[in-house]
């Protein structure tokens, strides 16, 4: 059986326009012409049954019908939702965590006192986290980003990769703990009660006195981009906050977010909010066909300028006021 978080990550990124209740996930039927949300599937199980159709079945066979791949393909997709590793999916399967509710007197530096700082080059093999993490990096080309990594074995934030948000020569202000197992949510990040901020309140760490900034929906979209000497950011999801763009507000933005549903319905309202501060100047960078977002060009690309360039291409100014491909030059 799927994990339940697979589930919902598919359901929430495909049907953004829902209703949920309980553990049953509503929306409009594919099948049919639907205003009444007839399709229900339950993101326990993943069986779904369509009520104006009389259509039903397991999660693939949905997820072959809103591909439109055949059941096999749709099989393959979501085993590499799964992980990347299936050699490794029993093990990976049998790593529990010990939920930890932070209290007052933590502060990120006591959290980060639990954390390992990740070498690449010099992994415990006999830790199933630290392989993971490796592999996690290296699959996604990320050896090179020149501030560390760090990795959970145990507690709250066990069998994660710890990602800080920290500028140069300072301690990390906040961190991302992204899921290396099957269970749980795909990010963990600090309480407020930690941070003394929502974390729809933080953006990854940017250059401040730059003229422009790229926006990703996660934190490995930005450093993707970074590697590639562009100045870029990331909201923690495809919504930005009132918070967010207060702090964007005297730099040409640009938006890439994720090539999916829950990216486009995150332009739109970033936009409106954009317009909404009397911002006129701002772009949206879009991805090519066939990925899924910026780590994916930053994998694909065969060099630096072959990833400039792909960038360049899909930038779409809002505005005709400011030229932003003459700050990538």
């Keep these: 059986m799927l994990p339940s978080s697979v589930i919902k990550e598919y359901l929430h990124a495909k049907f953004p326009d829902n209703r949920i209740i309980g553990d049953e996930f509503t929306v409009d039927s594919i099948f049919t012409n639907d205003e009444k949300k007839h399709l229900s599937i339950n993101m326990e199980t993943g069986l779904w049954q369509d009520f104006k159709s009389s259509e039903r079945g397991s999660f693939p066979q949905l997820v072959a019908y809103v591909e439109d791949i055949p059941y096999r393909e749709a099989l393959q997709f979501l085993r590499s939702k799964l992980f990347d590793t299936p050699e490794l999916l029993f093990e990976i399967s049998s790593v529990r965590e010990n939920i930890q509710k932070p209290s007052s007197v933590n502060t990120i530096p006591d959290i980060f006192k639990s954390f390992e700082r990740f070498d690449i080059d010099n992994i415990d093999q006999s830790s199933l986290t630290a392989r993971l993490a490796k592999k996690f990096i290296t ?146 960078a879009h991805l090519p066909s066939g990925v899924k977002d910026w780590n994916d060009v930053h994998v694909l690309a065969d060099s630096n300028n072959h990833f400039r360039q792909i960038f360049k291409d899909g930038l779409h100014p809002m505005t005709l006021e400011y030229e932003v491909t003459e700050e990538l030059d």
């Design 139 to 284: 699959d996604r080309k990320l050896e090179s980003y020149p501030s560390p990594f760090y990795i959970c074995q145990k507690g709250r934030y066990a069998n994660r990769l710890i990602i800080p948000y920290a500028y140069k020569d300072r301690p990390p202000f906040y961190f991302q703990a992204r899921n290396l197992s099957l269970l749980g949510t795909k990010y963990l990040n600090p309480s407020s009660a930690v941070t003394g901020a929502k974390s729809s309140d933080m953006l990854f760490p940017f250059r401040v006195d730059g003229d422009y900034v790229v926006v990703t929906e996660g934190p490995l979209d930005a450093i993707s981009l970074q590697l590639h000497g562009l100045n870029a950011t990331s909201t923690q999801g495809s919504t930005l906050s009132h918070a967010q763009a207060a702090t964007l507000k005297n730099m040409q933005v640009i938006f890439a977010y994720d090539n999916d549903e829950a990216g486009k319905i995150g332009i739109k309202k970033a936009r409106k909010l954009m317009l909404e501060k009397n911002r006129s100047q701002f772009c949206i």
